[in-house]
Every structure is written in structure tokens, then in C-alpha cells.
T-cell receptor
Framework: AQKVTQAQTEISVVEKEDVTLDCVYE???????LFWYKQPPSGELVFLIR??????QNEISGRYSWNFQKSTSSFNFTITASQVVDSAVYFC??????????FGQGTELSVKP | GAVVSQHPSRVICKSGTSVKIECRSL??????MFWYRQFPKQSLMLMAT?????????EQGVEKDKFLINHASLTLSTLTVTSAHPEDSSFYIC????????????FGEGSWLTVV
């Protein structure tokens, strides 16, 4: 069975702090995809990144970076120098090739000025 | 611009009535679409897989007679919540998988349903 665990329900930081959101997944598939989405209060899902299981390269996009480690089945997300606009709920998700997404419980990030 | 369009974004309906939510793929044909539901402060849960030209596949615990899914064309899937009750109030969101862009998954904007 597939499963995604985001152990951190809520995180609160002060602006300019770095913050890491953890994501651990379970799957028996050899080919799979991992995603991170941002969900602001309005509800829409903002796509942040997609990683396939064969690409363990870490990625950096501006203040965002992702650390994918198959050995520990983790796909952690770090925001450097956090800003108030980063406040949102962040979801990690897992998909096989069929397109169904299994979401983690979400982590609510609050960045205070 | 938007790749997947969902309508309406917000709807309020009376208990016992039915409400239809549309999900349109704007940029490509989609033989498969997915419907998710999200209750307040909870995660998104897959409700069903909508298959063009055939019956939808429902996840365990989702009542197929209550949540009617129709995928009559390659660009449109509809979710109808029948005989809605207040406990059906939720955020409903659809997604489409684009095989042409390496398995990218696009989401609609979501629909907030409130049953009063």
C-alpha cells in the first residue's frame, strides 16, 4: 500500500528563519513520483515540484530546496529565509504512473513577521 | 494560464438538492480525471477516477450513487452530489494527468460546497 506521512502538523517560525518540512513515503512501486504542493487559504493547489523515483538529484529553486533520499524514503522541503507569504498548508504527495495522488496530512506553516 | 478549469468555485445549496461541479481540461484531451475531497483542516482524499466513455472507479467508502461522475467527452468530467446533506459540505477538486508532459498532474481551482 502507498502512504505519505508528514509528521509535522503545524510549524511556526519567524520571518527570515529557515524551515524544513518533512515527508516520508511508502510504496512498493519501483517507478513513482513525488510532489509538493502549497495550499493557501483560498484552497487552490499550487504546484511546487515533481520528482520521479529515478532522479535523486536535489533541487533548488530560489528559496526553495528539496532533498530526495530513497534510502530513507524521504522527500523533505526546505524554505530558506522564510517570508510571511510562505504561510500556507504544504502537502507532500505520491503517485504511481496512473496519476492517482496519495497526499500526506499536510503541514501548516505560519511565518510571523 | 489555467490548464484545468473547475466550475463553480463556490456553491451553496439546500439540503436535499443536487449540485453539479464541472472539471474541464483546457489544453489537452484527458481520458482520465480524478476527483478529490477535502474536509476542513484535513488532507485531500481521492474519491474516484473518472474514465472517458466508461464508468468511474470509486475509492472504498465513497458512495457511487451519491456522487455521480460523468466523463462524456475528452475534456469534461462532472461530479454531481445528489441529495446533498450538510456533511457533504467540503472542498472538491479535480485533477488531470498529462501524459504528454511527463506525467505532470494539473489541478483545477477547486469548488467549495456548502449545504445548508
Amino acid at each position: 500500500a502507498q502512504k505519505v506521512t508528514q509528521a509535522q502538523t503545524e510549524i511556526s517560525v519567524v520571518e527570515k528563519e529557515d524551515v524544513t518540512l518533512d515527508c516520508v513515503y511508502e510504496t512498493r512501486d519501483t517507478t513513482y513520483y513525488l510532489f509538493w504542493y502549497k495550499q493557501p487559504p483560498s484552497g487552490e493547489l499550487v504546484f511546487l515540484i515533481r520528482r520521479n523515483s529515478f532522479d535523486e538529484q536535489n533541487e533548488i529553486s530560489g528559496r526553495y530546496s528539496w532533498n530526495f533520499q530513497k534510502s530513507t524514503s524521504s522527500f523533505n522541503f526546505t524554505i530558506t529565509a522564510s517570508q510571511v507569504v510562505d504561510s500556507a498548508v504544504y502537502f507532500c504527495a505520491l503517485s504511481n504512473q496512473g496519476g492517482k495522488l496519495i497526499f500526506g496530512q499536510g503541514t501548516e506553516l505560519s511565518v510571523k513577521p | 494560464g489555467a490548464v484545468v478549469s473547475q466550475h463553480p468555485s463556490r456553491v451553496i445549496c439546500k439540503s436535499g438538492t443536487s449540485v453539479k461541479i464541472e472539471c474541464r481540461s483546457l489544453d489537452f484531451q484527458a481520458t482520465t480525471m480524478f476527483w478529490y475531497r477535502q474536509f476542513p483542516k484535513q488532507s485531500l482524499m481521492l474519491m474516484a477516477t473518472s474514465n472517458e466513455g466508461s464508468k468511474a472507479t470509486y475509492e472504498q467508502g465513497v458512495e457511487k450513487d451519491k456522487f455521480l461522475i460523468n466523463h462524456a467527452s475528452l475534456t469534461l468530467s462532472t461530479l454531481t452530489v445528489t441529495s446533498a446533506h450538510p456533511e457533504d459540505s467540503s472542498f472538491y477538486i479535480c485533477s488531470v494527468r498529462s501524459q504528454g508532459t511527463g506525467n505532470t498532474i494539473y489541478f483545477g481551482e477547486g469548488s467549495w460546497l456548502t449545504v445548508v
